[in-house]
């Protein structure tokens, strides 16, 4: 189950239906729920004590993005020099790991020839201890107890996802000799049951940043790549060794648009890093019918001259009220976040939309508008509120920021960024044209816009296949600069200057 506010019974997300007669509702599900649903048996799966068996229907049912196919697409061919002692006779393989506050995701490969045998990407099980990072945190510093059981959970599910992978390629466990690690600094930290207190609170120093092989129980030698500051970590370092961040003239701009982004500079040889704070909303959190990339999710939304027209991830129930585009027959349930920044683009070139971000009566698709003018109806019962273009503004407004403040600092402006690196799930499915409409990216030709997928799990496997990789990784960690924004001084006047959308020129 999604457990967003942490299984305290404030978010609604755990929703479950218990078939045949339901235990008595809890305070929370009488707070959350309304009288009719109470009598259906829907209850909140998390505020519920299972005190005999019970049969429940999972509404809506937890889903990994089904479009995560291209994981770690950067790998191309890959050099192979290997670090850890080889099987002397038989086949040798590595298990590379990049573990999410999501998502885990695995490869094995064969030492000696880097070829990939299986693939596969499993729910970060933590996730029931809240969906984001500090919330996570917050519950491991309670106590050794709950850190333990925070770092028990993924090490367990790292162990599940890997004999998928043996599984999958028909491999035993003996013949697994390494292991590399990716993920945020949290991540990695719990996962190595490293301290975790100090992350938790400004200036979030890392336990440990260097790369480093680490005895794991149950897993062969671990060599966990290193991180650059408490929110700029291993998964970032390693899209960066797979992006190729530390060769070559280019000016390079590598964005993560996540929870908590990353973002990479590269200009005239050197590194800059920062985490830019964006919140839930790209991944659906903080909007009212937000939900994750999974069927029935509303992916895409264009203006076509007279009207917004939605596409929805096919999969979920089929609609009986005719859809509001598309195809007309996949019933929308929510929206996710590339359907989210779509429909902002959308609304702004309707005119439905101001700069500012404030819902407007204006142009052909005004039928559109709902609430007396404080939402707008996409499809038959999914609306987007003003509210939800305050939460998209504020986690946009943040990426920007991020970007703006480190091409202040490399004292350059966008014209002179020769390719921008969407790394992550969410760059795959954002349209180009999107993130810049709606300025979520600086204004450059979409042509040099380039979304690179999974880059986390391809820098992993480089970096198990190869010692020179494992130093290169290192080299490009050492030699970043971090900008913290949050004490940047132009921080707060390039925040309150990337909230707005830009101005959509008329006949544009
Ligand atoms: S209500 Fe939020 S997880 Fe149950």
Known sequence: ???????????????????GEAPEPTPADLEQLTPAELAQGFRLSCQLRVDRDLEVAV???????PR??????????????????????????????????????????????????????????????GADLMTRLSHAIQGEEQKGELTRLVRDAAQALLGRLLGKAGARPEEVTAASLV?????????????????????????????????????PALYALPVIAGFVGADTVAAALAAGLDAGEETVLLVDVGTNGEVLLRHAGRLYACSAPAGP????????????????????????????VVTVIPGGPRSTAGGGGGSGTEAARGICGSGLLDAAAALLEAGLMDETGRLTHAGPAAHRLAEGGRAVALAPGVQLTQK?????????????????????????????????????????????????ATGLLPPVDPGRIQPIGNAAIAGAKLALLSRSARDRAEALARGARFVELATHPDFEEVFMEALNFPRVRPGA
Not at 1 to 19: D, H, I, Y
Not at 185 to 196: D, K, R, Y
Not at 429 to 435: D, H, Q, T
């Open 281 to 308: 909303a790209f991944e659906g959190g903080e909007i009212s019918q937000g939900m994750r990339a999974g069927p029935g999710a509303i992916e895409a939304v264009r203006f076509d001259g007279r009207d917004l």
């Open 183 to 219: 993920g945020n600094t949290a991540m990695h930290h719990l996962f190595l049951g490293l301290p975790v207190e100090q992350l938790a609170v400004a200036p979030y120093t890392p336990a440990v940043t260097e790369g480093r092989v680490f005895e794991v129980p149950g897993f």
């Open 68 to 129: 995560k196919a291209r994981l770690g697409a950067l790998a191309g061919p890959a050099e192979v020099d290997p670090w850890a002692p080889l099987n002397p006779t038989g086949r040798s393989l590595g298990f590379a790991l990049d573990v999410g506050t999501t998502g885990i995701a695995g490869a094995l490969l064969d030492l000696r020839t880097g070829e990939e045998l299986a693939v596969h990407a499993s729910l970060n099980p933590q996730a029931v201890y």
């Open 1 to 19: 189950m999604e457990t967003p506010c942490g299984a305290r019974g404030q978010c609604r997300k755990c929703l479950v239906r218990v078939l």
């Open 388 to 436: 939800d273009l305050r939460s998209l503004q504020l986690a946009k407004g943040a990426i920007r920021s991020g970007i703006e403040v480190l091409l202040r600092v490399a004292g350059i402006g966008p014209a002179r960024l020769d390719k921008v690196l969407l790394a992550g799930a969410f760059g795959n499915y954002l349209r180009r044209e999107s993130a810049v």
């Open 59 to 65: 509404v809506p049912a937890v889903t990994l993005d």
